[in-house]
């Protein structure tokens, strides 16, 4: 079956410094990765969305110099927060999809700001 | 704009009862509908999807029925079960393009 792996699950970093996330697709190709982030109420902020072999497309309000994203392959892609500070905390999700429309999520990073 | 609503917000049922779910969408172009399944501390799981041409998609105790008039579609949990207890996100999107989250429904299944 498709999975996703993402890692690590949880990390602490202190205000101004950086983190990085990692994304793995495990039985099927993703050739495109969303990253969202969740706040506690919930709600779902997709911050880019990266298809191989394309320009990685950010939303607004997000930036590749703060978000910048890597999608080397067909199976993985990583995301670095430089800079973190309080409002960048939540759960960060990557979504990865192949040739289906099935978008499959890792269990996500939550990021704790000190 | 939000492109996609749901309704209600937390919803509590007994064991055994049919929780319903409600959704509706702004963009008569989707015709891609994922439900998703967040346990907490978990990233959401696909639970079960409906594309627009269908007006209705049963997996087990789970059932979409979808309005295509109304653009609005609601999931039905029979038989809800303390373990159905999560939160669930209606999505929509036109097919392999960006998808669009609801805000959830926190469904508690008290025993």
């Known amino acids: 079956g498709a999975l996703v792996y993402q890692y690590p699950r949880r990390t602490i970093c202190k205000s101004g410094t950086s983190m990085r996330m990692e994304c793995q697709a495990v039985?099927?190709?993703?050739?495109?990765v969303a990253w969202y982030r969740q706040s506690p109420q919930k709600t779902f902020e997709l911050i880019a969305l990266?298809?191989?072999?394309?320009?990685?497309?950010?939303e607004q309000n997000f930036t590749q110099e703060k978000f910048p994203i890597s999608h080397p392959n067909l199976s993985f892609s990583s995301m670095t927060v430089l800079n973190a500070y309080l409002e960048d905390r939540g759960l960060y999700l990557c979504g990865a999809r192949g040739d289906a429309e099935t978008l499959y999520f890792g269990s996500g990073t939550r990021l704790t700001v000190l | 704009q939000q492109q996609v609503r749901q309704s209600p917000q937390s919803l509590t049922v007994w064991e055994g009862e049919t929780a319903i779910l409600n959704c509706s969408y702004e963009n008569s172009a989707f015709d891609y509908f994922p439900w998703y399944q967040q346990f907490p501390g978990e990233g959401p799981a696909l639970l079960i999807s409906?594309?627009?041409?269908?007006n209705k998609k049963e997996d087990g105790r789970f059932t979409i029925f979808f309005n295509k008039r109304e653009k609005k579609l609601s999931l039905h949990i029979a038989d809800s079960q303390p373990g159905d207890s999560a939160t669930y996100f209606c999505a929509a999107s036109v097919r392999n393009n960006r998808i669009f989250f609801g805000d959830g429904t926190q469904l508690v299944v008290k025993p």
């Open positions: 039985g099927f190709q993703a050739t495109s």
């Open positions: 990266s298809t191989v072999n394309s320009a990685i497309k950010y």
């Open positions: 409906i594309l627009s041409v269908s």
